[in-house]
């Protein structure tokens, strides 16, 4: 579904990477690796659509994405290690914009039982400006919940999460894996979602393999 050929991103005057190629299909998981510095976040986001390679093509069931443009928008779901939650809009306000913005329109019942799943009961209607960071991330995350587009590409998910959120989300990512998503992530953390039979693409060596 997701094919990456010849791709090169290049930041200022450093070249990030080049010759990158990577494939993925329904049903797999890619875990990228690298140091900081390395690319992972510009490759995300070369991935999602938010920035143009220096060089080389990325196809989306066959087709460039830049010719697909809003097709392939309504297939992703971007989430950016940086929160995108406005502290003046309570959390089922801001999950609904969020949607959205996703061309996705959810009720207002919609958003509180997904805002509940996703361990905000209790929260659901307060001002996002009193929610620790680990609670506005959650509901930036609760799209996934509510979001049945088939490529997932996560930066940093686990971040600022608590012990049983870092579950609850792995377990969010498998069902859809399971479901014939695809998901491309990159983490610091150590989370059992990476190991096993999954893909792993080290930033630098251009391989893709299996952990």
């Known amino acids: 579904m997701l094919e ?8 200022g ?3 990030l990477f080049r010759e990158l190629n990577f ?14 510095g390395s690319g992972k976040t510009t490759l995300l986001r070369a991935v999602s659509g938010l920035l143009l390679p220096s060089a080389g093509e990325i196809l989306w069931r066959g087709k460039d994405i830049r010719e697909l443009r809003e097709e392939f928008s309504a297939e992703l779901i971007f989430i950016g290690h940086k929160r995108a939650i406005k502290d003046d809009l309570s959390a089922v306000e801001n999950l609904r914009v969020a ?6 329109r959810i009720s207002e019942e919609q958003a509180w039982k997904a805002l509940e799943r996703i361990g905000l009961y209790g929260f659901e209607d307060l001002p996002s400006r009193v929610l620790s960071q680990g609670q506005k991330r959650r509901v ?6 509510l979001n049945r587009a088939p490529l997932w590409v996560l930066d940093e998910p686990f971040n600022a999460l608590d012990k049983a959120a870092v579950g609850l989300l792995q377990g969010v990512i498998r069902e859809h894996v399971a479901n014939a998503g695809v998901v491309l992530l ?5 989370v059992s979602l990476t190991q096993g039979a999954v893909h792993s693409l080290q930033l630098g060596s251009g391989e893709l393999g299996h952990v």
């Open 4 to 11: 990456v050929r010849n791709l090169e991103c290049v930041r």
């Open 13 to 15: 005057d450093r070249r």
């Open 23 to 36: 494939t993925l299909r329904e049903g797999e998981l890619l875990h990228l690796h690298g140091h900081n």
């Open 99 to 104: 949607c959205t913005l996703d061309g996705v």
């Open 140 to 145: 930036g995350l609760a799209r996934l919940l």
């Open 186 to 190: 990159t983490t610091h953390q150590e």
